[in-house]
């Protein structure tokens, strides 16, 4: 059993201090009195909470605030002030300084593969016995619970659901000649030679260039199409994965390499700017006609009043994206922020919040009832592409979220930059990634 490790005292301000203990001793006689605590702090004050996020595109980040200043008129006894910090990987030199500087957030909006980074600091606060008393629990989708659950506990909650599809220019295809949408790697090759145009500077595709977890992300979905896995399932249970359970160097893999390789040897692909795959500034001028990316860009689709679509990744073995989506984790801080923070997590999974936060970014709710929410339905007959998300979504597959996937996403990332910059074959990229794997995780 995983012993619990020592930390630090957290270093407060004077009167948060003097605030802190007579909390304490509040609880304290609450305890004794047999009672239980209704409110998370004493009548007259109120709890800061901060949320670190990297909600992006910015019309997202408007959404949430405008649902966080709901909660905080809702709440006057607790205060979340929003903070965005970055892309994930920008986020995470910062979350991981800030946990060893004993200065976390109390709250973050994250992928759920750094919950078992944050499990082995001691950083995080189990959820499952607040989460069994909440109305809520059982109105969460419970294709959800794989990213929450580790090692026999809930370590996060869901705050937003996606997975990757490929947003197209139909007026670029219908100007193309292209009537039907590819459904192969094959026909989807074929598909974008025929929207490359040279001489105007337009290409059928952009793929995303980096060796970081958005490259990493949409490109595992290709991995999976193509027969590959990363892990075998005894492996996600375990603390540190063993090398004979971790194969990155895999048939689906080296398949998926090639592919993308091919679509730039053909000049049928672009590389987007380092590390900003997720940018669509090629997409809405018309520059390249297909992009890898989720429904949460919807919002920031509609309001350009570009037309667009969606289609499902064209298979190669098997139909597969990727599921994607941030959780909200709870930081260990002082009884009254968590229980405040367990409060705002309750509103983050109900139906009120989940509906609007849906109809506002696209995400896909993860609430059960605001899926059926006539709001909702309405948004989703109005825009076809969310009906693509959804039916793909039963061929998506998470990435792993014990320790040692962050290793495994740096040394995949490694492997494809290399491969998309002409400095490696597909194989050899992979068999240098895993080799240093091995040695890492040994």
Same mark, same amino acid.
């Given at each position: 059993?995983?012993?619990?490790?020592? @930390?630090?005292?957290?270093?407060?301000?004077?009167?948060? !201090?003097?605030?802190?203990?007579? &909390?304490?001793?509040?609880?304290?006689?609450?305890g004794l009195s047999g009672c239980q605590p209704t409110d998370p702090v004493i009548e007259? #004050?109120?709890?800061?909470? #901060?949320?670190w996020q990297g909600v992006n595109p910015p019309p997202n980040r408007d959404v949430l605030q405008k649902l966080v200043d709901r909660f905080n008129q809702q709440h006057p006894e607790i205060q979340v002030e929003s903070l965005y910090v970055g892309q994930s990987d920008q986020q995470l030199p910062k979350i991981l300084a800030a946990v060893v500087g004993n200065a976390p957030p109390n709250m973050l909006w994250y992928a759920p593969t750094l919950t078992g980074q944050l499990v082995e600091l001691d950083a995080i606060k189990p959820l499952e016995e607040w989460l069994a008393t909440t109305l809520v629990k059982d109105e969460i989708d419970p294709a959800l619970f794989e990213s929450m659950q580790w090692e026999n506990h809930i370590w996060s909650v869901p705050f937003g659901v996606n997975n990757v599809g490929i947003f197209y220019r139909p007026s670029l295809f219908k100007a193309a000649g292209i009537t039907d949408l590819p459904q192969t790697w094959d026909e989807f090759r074929q598909v974008a030679q025929q929207l490359t145009r040279p001489e105007s500077g337009q290409h059928g595709m952009v793929l995303p260039m980096?060796? &970081?977890?958005?490259t990493v992300f949409t490109w595992l979905p290709f991995m999976w199409s193509g027969g590959g896995e990363l892990v075998s399932s005894e492996a996600t249970s375990q603390p540190q994965a063993s090398p004979g359970k971790v194969q990155i160097l895999n048939p689906g893999a080296i398949a998926a390499l090639q592919f993308w390789q091919d679509l730039l040897k053909d000049g049928s692909a672009i590389l987007s700017e380092p590390e900003r795959g997720y940018e669509l500034d090629g997409f809405l001028a018309g520059k390249v006609a297909m992009q890898l990316t989720g429904p949460w860009t919807l919002g920031q689709l509609q309001s350009t009043g570009?037309?667009?679509?969606?289609?499902?990744?064209?298979?190669? #073995? @098997?139909?597969?994206?990727?599921?994607?989506?941030? $959780?909200?984790?709870?930081f260990k801080s002082t009884p009254a922020e968590e229980q405040a923070s367990q409060i705002f997590a309750e509103y983050v999974l109900s139906e009120e919040f989940q509906t609007e936060w849906a109809i506002g970014t696209g995400y896909l709710p993860v609430n059960l009832k605001a899926r059926? $929410?006539? $709001?909702?339905?309405a948004f989703a007959t !109005?825009?076809? +592409?969310? /009906?693509?998300?959804?039916?793909?979504?039963?061929? &998506?597959?998470?990435?792993?979220?014990?320790? &040692?996937?962050?290793?495994?996403? /740096? $040394?995949?990332?490694? +492997?494809? /930059?290399? #491969?998309?910059?002409?400095?490696?074959?597909? /194989? =050899? +990229?992979?068999? =240098?990634?895993?080799?240093?794997?091995?040695?890492?995780?040994?």
């Open positions: 059993m995983r012993m619990p490790r020592s @930390r630090p005292l957290r270093l407060f301000p004077p009167l948060l !201090q003097r605030l802190c203990l007579i &909390g304490f001793l509040f609880l304290c006689l609450i007259g #004050t109120v709890v800061h909470l #901060t949320l980096g060796k &970081g977890e958005w570009v037309d667009f679509a969606v289609m499902p990744i064209p298979a190669a #073995t @098997r139909p597969a994206t990727s599921v994607g989506g941030e $959780n909200l984790f709870i059926e $929410n006539p $709001n909702y339905q !109005q825009q076809p +592409a969310v /009906e693509v998300f959804v039916k793909q979504a039963a061929y &998506g597959r998470s990435r792993p979220i014990f320790p &040692g996937y962050s290793r495994i996403s /740096e $040394n995949l990332g490694r +492997a494809i /930059e290399s #491969t998309l910059l002409q400095q490696a074959t597909p /194989e =050899a +990229a992979l068999k =240098a990634s895993q080799e240093r794997l091995d040695l890492v995780l040994n």
